[in-house]
């Protein structure tokens, strides 16, 4: 399967919020400081990232994991 990265900053306000307070991150609770990092943001490779729990297989299949002492998913073994 091909993976396509892209470098858009394509979001909203309560999409950013949702994901952030669906894995208990603080920084949920303010959006709009969530949203002017994110415009801000240079483009990295992600080893960490908030995930919703609805996608998590999504994210399995590349290789992310859950685990019991973490909010979000996480890249091993890169």
């Given at each position: 399967m091909?993976?396509e990265?892209?470098n858009?900053?394509?979001?909203t ?6 994901l952030?307070?669906?894995?208990k991150w ?7 400081k ?6 801000n943001?240079?483009l990295?490779y992600v ?5 919703d729990?609805k996608?998590?297989t999504?994210?399995e299949?590349?290789?992310?994991q859950?685990y019991?002492n973490?909010?979000?998913m996480?890249?091993?073994n890169?």
């Amino acid at each position: 399967m091909k993976i396509e990265y892209k470098n858009t900053k394509i979001f909203t306000e309560k999409e950013l919020q949702r994901l952030f307070l669906s894995v208990k991150w603080e920084s949920g609770n303010y959006p709009d400081k969530l949203v002017r990092a994110m415009q801000n943001s240079t483009l990295l490779y992600v080893k960490i990232m908030p995930s919703d729990p609805k996608t998590i297989t999504f994210y399995e299949r590349y290789g992310f994991q859950q685990y019991d002492n973490y909010s979000a998913m996480v890249l091993k073994n890169m």
